[in-house]
């Protein structure tokens, strides 16, 4: 049994993995790790208390694969409902003719199975960070009146912000049948366009699993994992028989053919279907963590660097 995760996991591993050796699943195991860091008003990047679009609205996106069955399931810019992943494992489960459900259609099935409604989904000290970004942008320090039908081409320039661009919490899997799950989670850009979706809620590019081969999560740019399909470009060179790591390199240089305006850098987790796992990222010092059965608590572990030139634009 092992579980894998970005670093922002470690508040859930701990239970994920209680529940892996009381017998559940890899599924479980990752609905229940992420659900943790959603509830984290601490993690801007997730869940609860995110940092919201340009018009200071909280969009939230999530996806989970079943390795076993290939199946998935998956919700975007879903607004009032903290757990966005056991929604998304609900999509998938309740075997709909769909696998990704997105906005008022999102919303209209977590209120059919029952799922869990909050009313306030940002606390105030958010807010006033949203407002003073809005602020600060202007010459005269005053808030813009930012309405649904307000220009916001030029505002949405905002989300470029380095600091706050974008994040995710990944979990992948492997429970004691052997099964594979993975799940990611995410309230995406700060200051992103309204409607704005990454590739947390995508299958294939910021999420995938295979029983057979392994499994890999992404975070960071989100559009260049949706452009070069990442998360399952990892397993198929694990599927053409390339070692977990020689996989992971291919996919992450892979992004150094993107064209395009695009800011940020990539960072994945991956394992293979023997339990070794791998974490990768552009950018040097950034981490994962993981915890096998016989390991009291996580260990953290430095990602492999792998360099994507910043030659866009």
């Not at 003719?97 to 606390?123: N, S």
């Not at 800011?263 to 796992?277: E, R, T």
């Not at 990602?303 to 994507?308: D, L, N, P, T």
Request: glycine share 12%; charged share 25%; aromatic share 6%.
């Amino acid at each position: 049994m092992l579980i894998i995760a970005s670093r922002n996991g470690v508040i859930g591993i701990a239970e994920a993995m209680r529940a892996l050796k009381q017998g559940g699943s890899a599924m479980d195991a990752v609905e229940i790790g992420i659900r943790a860091v959603e509830a984290d008003p601490t993690d801007q990047t997730v869940g609860y208390n995110g940092y919201p679009n340009i018009l200071g609205e909280l969009e939230l996106d999530a996806s989970v694969m079943d390795g076993r069955t290939l199946n998935s399931g998956a919700v975007a810019l879903m607004r009032g409902f903290p757990y966005a992943i056991s929604v998304a494992r609900q999509v998938m489960e309740r075997k709909l003719p769909h696998v990704l459900l997105a906005g008022a259609g999102a919303e209209r099935f977590a209120r059919e199975i029952g799922a869990e409604a909050w009313d306030e989904m940002l606390t105030e000290e958010i807010r006033a960070v949203w407002r003073k970004r809005l602020a600060d942008s202007t010459a005269t320090g005053e808030i813009p009146p930012l309405k649904e039908n307000s220009p916001l081409l030029e505002w949405v320039k905002l989300a470029t912000d380095p600091e706050r661009v974008a994040g995710t919490v990944n979990f992948i899997a492997i429970d004691g049948r052997g099964d594979i799950a993975s799940g990611v989670s995410t309230s995406g850009w700060a200051w992103k366009y309204p409607g704005r979706i990454g590739d947390s809620p995508i299958i294939g590019a910021g999420n995938y699993a295979d029983n057979r081969y392994g499994a890999c999560a992404c975070t960071g740019m989100g559009e260049m994992a949706i452009n070069a399909s990442t998360a399952r470009s990892v397993v198929l060179y694990l599927k053409t028989g390339m070692a977990l790591a020689d996989a992971a390199r291919e996919a992450m240089r892979d992004l150094r053919d993107l064209g395009g305006d695009y800011i940020g850098g990539m960072n994945l987790v991956a394992l293979d279907k023997d339990g070794g796992h791998i974490g990768m990222s552009s950018e040097a010092g950034r981490t994962y963590i993981y915890q096998q059965a016989d390991m009291a608590e996580p260990a953290e572990v430095e990602r492999e660097m792998v360099e994507i030139p910043a030659r866009w634009g």
